[in-house]
């Protein structure tokens, strides 16, 4: 069970860091993007983003 649990704890420091990450880019993509393209800059980086979650579990379902 010692396994399991090292697990939980690594896998909540990992999607800590994936968080910090994602929101620090966030911000300076919003600090740095004119007005009248945030939203379309916004768009793309969360579109991106589902691109990156859904061909990763389509990997995974191949290989896995």
Same mark, same amino acid.
């Given at each position: 069970?010692?396994?399991?649990?090292? $697990?939980? $704890?690594?896998?909540? $420091?990992?999607?800590?860091?994936?968080?910090?990450? #994602?929101?620090?880019?966030?911000? *300076? *993509?919003?600090?740095?993007?004119?007005?009248?393209? *945030?939203?379309? $800059?916004?768009?793309?980086?969360?579109?991106?983003?589902?691109?990156?979650?859904?061909?990763?579990?389509?990997? #995974?379902?191949?290989?896995?």
């Amino acid at each position: 069970y010692i396994d399991f649990a090292l $697990v939980c $704890v690594f896998s909540a $420091v990992r999607a800590a860091g994936s968080t910090i990450a #994602w929101i620090y880019t966030t911000l *300076l *993509l919003q600090k740095f993007s004119d007005d009248d393209m *945030l939203g379309r $800059v916004m768009g793309i980086d969360l579109a991106l983003a589902a691109l990156g979650k859904a061909s990763s579990a389509m990997c #995974w379902h191949t290989t896995g």
